[in-house]
């Protein structure tokens, strides 16, 4: 490792810019003659649309258009598309209802858009919208699961009867029955995974220029897959053909999921700016981002473990029921089963695993991929039920985790997911040894006469990240490839760009992708630039999202990388009238091994792109570029422990200590990979204490600002104790397995463990908050 | 926002005369509700005075067994100051606990009680203290300057120009922070004065505002201490209930704060 190489504590290279202010968000950006977008959105959460009444509008100061739903469609924009197709138990195809991107005619959702107004300025456009009149019959609404499933509830879409959007199943259920009429002991689970709004800190953003003597659009989006949205935007919506369409995500301020998709708010601003013959500019405010970006989580659970007599798990059967909203989102189909089910075994060897999930409308704003997505939800159920199963089978929580571990590897799981590595007791080991988990009950015991109640809560997770081999996920209904790209050009003086099909949205790629370039060349990271989030100078990507960047994105570089380094090798060969075999790469030279014959890389790149002496049939220049599909899911894993004290007289919780030993496998940038742990654990904390998106029973929401939807802050979280166990991707060559999302995934059991063994009692939901926790301890 | 005009009142007297020539005017008292209420559109004022720049509502005086705090100071120059942490360190406690940073840099005890938030933690204090509201015209006590949900003894134009606390023999200040908001989901302010009158009042749990609590008021005038409160009985009736806490819960807690009060206040 050099001192910028793999493993180095490298400060980012794009802080300087972020923390001075000098970052470009699509909110910073203005365009001559730029108008601004402001949408009116529905105050019903199940409406029909009677009329619209612009013309007092149409008249005030600024005002520039009014456009309705019913234009959109009269226009042929496509409606808004789901990219997973999943299949019912019955064999039939989701049922999905039209979701065009403002309502013509229903609104299903509080927020949904109806029409917009364009004008000269902001305030104008939000003038104007005021004095637009909308005449709605109201609808009765439904926003809890259950209730929408009843005979005799509201009804959303025709198209999907009963609200239901899918009854899909997975695993085989008569070995899971089979496996339940022997056991010896059951474990019944009934959990709620809480709804959530991801609040990225910016909010969403577009701007839309279209270009009327070229029929071309320049979309700038706040995008964590600018290549995505462009194919979505060009196949399904009708904006342009691809060619002529570049569609820019520059800095990007978080996304955690919720910038993966395509809004409305982007299809209406390229629309408006054909329409108006101007640009559109549109930025949302925290009550828009509330009301409109893609929610997280929202399951209702019922989970079965059974055990023989030597406490071995024989089966596991689960019911869940998946609350996706109005509308289904792009990637919303797949939260729930592909990327939920296939990870309830969890790090245990179940042999016989059954999981039925039913996808439910509702009237709430649609759910769709949120940090960890399905996973948390897997993660949660599985060590709830370890954690209670303990309880009830009296044996030591992590004793009968270690019982239960895989600890042969690779390991088929009956529920798709074929494990390639992983050392599950060298996490736990490590995690137990760092909170002193032996301790604890001298410690409980002291913190009792203290008037506290104590207690600790283990999470032993996995996922599945590095997302995907396109092959596998495409056998399961993906409408995508899930590949990266890169391209790496040398320049003739040596300095080097990486273009890369991955987004950083405040993972650091601009830090750690060029610690690769360093680590093989052994050049300082000054020398490299990292170019992405521009679909005119990236070839293609699939974005940011699933802990793949560095799994999948990095490897992609490195596959180019090497192709580059090869044809730099024979230039170099060529110089130094040496064999291209003897050739290595050492401290920014090209080195005949053994000897002091040297070439400088800039004078190998200079050679390139002169082309006076290259070797006999080789084309000039340096630039090399690869697609990189990986062979499997990567499955970082890892153990968490929560210490905890109740206060029993508020129900309040207070860390003493949150320990958590991830398996990463190797780790390019440690304080990188610290920070993305932290911020996972931070959400996942924030599950498990703080935050709910709530709907009353008419479907309006409650907590539609940060007066009442809790975010966590810093003094809400304790300070974490981190460390890593290592065993190496074999999928990769980098032997990465990802980070982004493990805090999201493993705190919130470990939360709640710990809070249910402070309190002595197992029914507790998220988010355990003081009031909650305070009744559940009193409750008879 | 809708548009407005902004003044800077150099004077409580030219605040009031710009005040009255406004349509739809409002004080500006350091902005921490009026101006998040403005941006979301849910409040038009056509003139938009700020107090924040006049001297003579800025600053503390310790006189005797009087703290007076003038109106525009800020909760930060009140949490900081020597007198208010000597005389009356409760308040320095409840300001330190008051918001955020931000809020404390720039919120003041005069917006903060002309305000009367439900959940606010001033008027706790001023109500338990029972301290005196000195407005441009007159002087109002607290028990008749709090007035439900909102809603105060203040005249249309009229401005608080102090507040006075009798210093007490004993106070202290408890909260439960509401999740989200960090406002007070329930806190009480306990206050023994000289002459061994008890005084306890909470905030963040009652449907109508800010109140006296006089059942424990009862208990800690036969005996000043925790234990005293246990046997005390509150009743959820007419408590506020809502997603981060139950009427039953803060019931309970009004029992709670107050006990963590009395031993705060040692």
Same mark, same amino acid.
């Given at each position: 490792?050099g001192?910028?190489g793999i493993g180095a504590r490298?400060v980012?290279k794009?802080d300087?810019?972020f923390?001075?202010g ?6 910073d950006i203005?365009?001559l ?5 402001h949408f009116?959105?529905?105050?019903h959460?199940?409406a029909k649309v009677?009329?619209i ?5 149409l008249s005030m100061p600024g ?7 019913q ?6 924009v496509g409606n808004?598309?789901c990219?997973?197709?999943?299949t019912?138990?019955?064999g ?7 979701w065009?991107a403002m309502?013509?005619?229903t ?5 949904? /858009? ?5 004008a ?11 004095a ?6 109201e ?5 809890d699961v ?8 509201p009804? $959303?879409h025709p198209?999907?009867p009963?609200?239901?959007?899918y009854d899909?199943v997975i695993?085989?259920e008569g /070995?899971?029955? /089979?496996a339940?009429a ?10 709620t +995974?809480?709804?959530l709004?991801?609040? /990225?800190?910016e909010?969403?953003?577009?701007i839309?220029?279209y270009?009327?003597?070229?029929e071309?659009y320049?979309?700038y ?7 995505v949205?462009?194919l %979505?935007?060009?196949?399904f ?8 369409l570049?569609?820019?995500?520059p800095d ?5 999921g ?5 809004y409305?708010?982007e299809?209406v601003a390229l629309w ?5 013959g ?6 949302g405010?925290?009550t828009e ?9 929202d399951h ?6 059974a055990?023989?007599a030597?406490?071995?798990?024989t ?9 996706f909203g ?7 189909s797949?939260?729930?089963?592909y ?6 075994s969890?790090?245990?060897?179940i042999?016989?695993?059954?999981a039925e999930v ?5 009237n ?22 370890m ?5 009830q089978?009296k044996?030591d929580?992590?004793a009968?985790?270690?019982?239960n571990?895989i600890?042969?590897?690779p390991?088929q799981t ?5 494990y ?11 995690a137990m040894k ?8 001298a ?8 008037g ?18 396109s092959?596998?996920?495409?056998s ?7 590949w ?5 050009r040398?320049n003739?003086?040596?300095?080097i760009e990486v273009?890369?099909?991955?987004h950083s949205h405040?993972q650091?790629h601009?830090?750690?992708f ?8 052994g050049?300082?990271i000054?020398q490299?630039s ?8 990236v070839?293609f990507?699939m974005?940011t999202?699933?802990s793949?960047s560095?799994?999948?994105?990095l ?13 730099a090798?024979?230039i170099?060969a ?5 064999s ?5 790469i ?6 005949v091994?053994g ?5 400088a890389?800039?004078?190998v790149?200079l050679a ?6 290259l070797p ?12 990189y599909?990986?062979t499997n899911f990567?499955f ?7 210490e ?12 003493v ?6 398996d990463?496998g190797?780790l390019? +940038?440690p304080?990188?990979v610290?920070g993305? %742990?932290?911020?996972? $654990?931070a ?7 703080l935050?709910?998106?709530i ?6 929401p409650?907590?539609?600002?940060f007066?009442?939807?809790s975010?966590?802050r810093?003094?809400?979280l304790p300070s974490?104790n981190l ?8 999928g990769n060559?980098?032997g990465?397995?990802g980070c982004g ?5 493993g705190a919130?059991?470990a939360?709640i463990?710990?809070?249910t063994?402070?309190?002595?009692k197992n029914? $507790?939901?998220m ?5 909650r926790?305070w009744?559940?301890?009193?409750a008879? | 926002m809708?548009?407005t005009?902004y ?16 349509s739809?005017a409002?004080?500006l008292?350091?902005?921490q509700t009026?101006? =998040? ?12 005075i700020?107090?924040?720049?006049i ?8 006189s005797?067994?009087v703290?007076?705090?003038?109106a525009?100071?800020t909760y930060?120059?009140?949490m900081?100051?020597a007198?208010?942490?000597k005389?009356? =360190? ?7 606990v008051?918001?955020?940073?931000a809020v ?13 938030d439900p959940a606010?933690?001033?008027?706790a204090?001023?109500?338990?203290l029972?301290a ?8 109002i006590?607290?028990?008749?300057f ?11 134009g009229?401005i608080?120009t102090?507040?006075s606390? =009798?210093v007490? #023999?004993k #106070?202290?200040y408890?909260?439960m922070?509401?999740p989200?908001s960090?406002?007070?989901l329930t806190?009480v ?16 749990a009652?449907q109508s505002g ?8 009862a208990?800690l005038?036969?005996?000043w ?5 246990d046997?005390?009985n509150?009743s959820?009736?007419?408590?506020l ?6 009427a039953?819960y ?9 006990q963590r #009060? ?5």
């Amino acid at each position: 490792m050099g001192v910028e190489g793999i493993g180095a504590r490298v400060v980012r290279k794009e802080d300087k810019r972020f923390i001075t202010g000098k970052g470009r968000y699509v909110d910073d950006i203005k365009l001559l003659g730029m108008t601004h977008a402001h949408f009116i959105r529905s105050p019903h959460a199940h409406a029909k649309v009677k009329g619209i009444d612009s013309s007092a509008a149409l008249s005030m100061p600024g005002v520039v258009a009014v456009l309705t739903g019913q234009e959109i469609v009269d226009d042929k924009v496509g409606n808004l598309i789901c990219g997973w197709a999943i299949t019912s138990k019955d064999g039939s195809p989701m049922k999905m209802g039209a979701w065009p991107a403002m309502a013509p005619e229903t609104v299903r959702f509080v927020g949904q /858009a109806v029409a917009v107004v364009i004008a000269e300025t902001k305030n104008q456009a939000r003038d104007a919208a005021e004095a637009v009149v909308v005449n709605y019959e109201e609808l009765t609404a439904v926003a809890d699961v259950h209730a929408a499933i009843k005979a005799g509830a509201p009804q $959303l879409h025709p198209e999907a009867p009963g609200n239901q959007v899918y009854d899909w199943v997975i695993g085989d259920e008569g /070995a899971a029955d /089979a496996a339940f009429a022997k056991a010896a002991n059951v474990v019944k689970l009934d959990v709620t +995974n809480n709804r959530l709004a991801p609040n /990225a800190m910016e909010p969403r953003a577009a701007i839309a220029d279209y270009d009327a003597a070229e029929e071309h659009y320049t979309l700038y989006t706040t995008s964590q897959n600018p290549h995505v949205a462009r194919l %979505v935007l060009s196949a399904f919506y009708n904006i342009a053909p691809e060619h002529k369409l570049r569609v820019i995500a520059p800095d990007v301020g978080g996304g955690f999921g919720s910038k993966i998709f395509i809004y409305p708010e982007e299809m209406v601003a390229l629309w408006a700016s054909k329409k108006v013959g101007r640009p559109v500019k549109w930025t949302g405010d925290r009550t828009e981002a509330f009301l409109t970006d893609a929610h997280g989580r929202d399951h209702v659970t019922h989970a079965e473990l059974a055990f023989d007599a030597n406490n071995k798990i024989t089966g596991l059967k689960v019911k869940t029921y998946a609350n996706f909203g109005a509308y289904m989102s792009l990637f919303s189909s797949s939260v729930p089963t592909y990327l939920y089910a296939t990870l309830l075994s969890g790090q245990y060897n179940i042999p016989a695993i059954h999981a039925e999930v039913i996808g439910v409308y509702t009237n709430t704003t649609p759910v769709d991929a949120y940090r960890g997505a399905g996973r948390p939800e897997a993660s949660y159920l599985i060590e709830r039920l370890m954690e209670t199963a303990a309880r009830q089978l009296k044996v030591d929580p992590a004793a009968l985790r270690r019982q239960n571990f895989i600890t042969q590897f690779p390991h088929q799981t009956p529920v798709i997911m074929a494990y390639d590595t992983g050392d599950f007791n060298a996490s736990l080991d490590a995690a137990m040894k760092a909170i002193d988990y032996d301790g604890f009950a001298a410690r409980k015991a002291k913190a009792k006469t203290e008037g506290k109640l104590r207690g600790i809560g283990l999470s032993c997770y996995i996922e599945a990240c590095g997302i995907a081999p396109s092959k596998a996920v495409g056998s399961l209904g993906a409408g995508v490839g899930l590949w990266e790209s890169a391209e790496v050009r040398v320049n003739p003086v040596g300095t080097i760009e990486v273009l890369t099909g991955s987004h950083s949205h405040g993972q650091g790629h601009e830090t750690t992708f060029c610690q690769l370039v360093a680590e093989r060349l052994g050049i300082p990271i000054s020398q490299v630039s990292i170019v992405h989030g521009d679909t005119d100078k990236v070839q293609f990507g699939m974005g940011t999202y699933g802990s793949r960047s560095a799994a999948v994105g990095l490897t992609a570089i490195l596959k180019a990388m090497e192709k580059m380094e090869s044809k730099a090798k024979k230039i170099a060969a060529h110089a130094l009238e040496a064999s291209e075999g003897d050739i290595v790469i050492e401290n920014g030279e090209f080195k005949v091994a053994g000897t002091d014959k040297a070439i400088a890389l800039p004078m190998v790149a200079l050679a390139a792109y002169t082309a006076h002496n290259l070797p006999d049939g080789m084309e000039p220049g340096l630039k090399e570029s690869a697609f990189y599909d990986p062979t499997n899911f990567t499955f970082p894993a890892g153990s968490y422990i929560c210490e905890l004290e109740v206060d029993p007289g508020t129900g309040k919780t207070s860390f003493v200590n949150f320990v958590a030993a991830d398996d990463f496998g190797r780790l390019i +940038n440690p304080m990188i990979v610290e920070g993305q %742990v932290h911020g996972g $654990l931070a959400q996942g904390i924030g599950q498990a204490l703080l935050e709910h998106a709530i709907y009353d029973s008419n479907g309006q929401p409650i907590t539609a600002s940060f007066m009442d939807y809790s975010m966590p802050r810093a003094d809400d979280l304790p300070s974490f104790n981190l460390s890593h166990t290592t065993t190496l991707c074999p999928g990769n060559p980098l032997g990465i397995k990802g980070c982004g999302e493990a805090g999201a995934i493993g705190a919130s059991a470990a939360v709640i463990n710990a809070i249910t063994d402070a309190i002595g009692k197992n029914n $507790l939901e998220m988010p355990a908050t003081p009031d909650r926790v305070w009744r559940t301890i009193h409750a008879a | 926002m809708y548009q407005t005009i902004y003044h800077r009142a150099s004077s409580v007297d030219e605040a009031v005369s710009l005040f009255a020539k406004g349509s739809e005017a409002k004080f500006l008292a350091g902005g921490q509700t009026l101006l =998040p209420v403005m941006k979301q559109r849910l409040a038009s004022p056509s003139d938009v005075i700020d107090l924040g720049k006049i001297k003579e509502l800025q600053g503390v005086e310790l006189s005797g067994d009087v703290l007076t705090i003038k109106a525009g100071t800020t909760y930060f120059d009140i949490m900081q100051n020597a007198d208010v942490k000597k005389a009356i =360190p409760a308040i320095a406690y409840l300001t330190s606990v008051l918001g955020d940073p931000a809020v404390r840099y720039r919120g003041t005890i005069g917006g903060s009680i002309a305000n009367n938030d439900p959940a606010a933690d001033y008027p706790a204090a001023l109500l338990a203290l029972g301290a005196t509201v000195k407005t441009n015209k007159r002087s109002i006590s607290a028990d008749d300057f709090f007035k439900g949900l909102f809603t105060t003894a203040l005249e249309d134009g009229e401005i608080i120009t102090a507040v006075s606390f =009798p210093v007490p #023999a004993k #106070a202290g200040y408890e909260k439960m922070r509401h999740p989200a908001s960090r406002f007070a989901l329930t806190g009480v302010f306990v206050a023994q004065t000289k002459s061994g009158e008890v005084r306890v009042a909470a905030t963040g749990a009652s449907q109508s505002g800010v109140m006296r609590v006089g059942a424990i008021e009862a208990a800690l005038k036969a005996n000043w201490s925790p234990s005293a409160i246990d046997s005390v009985n509150i009743s959820a009736s007419n408590l506020l209930a809502d997603i981060h806490g139950t009427a039953e819960y803060r019931a309970n807690l009004i029992k709670v704060m107050a006990q963590r #009060a009395v031993t705060a206040a040692g």
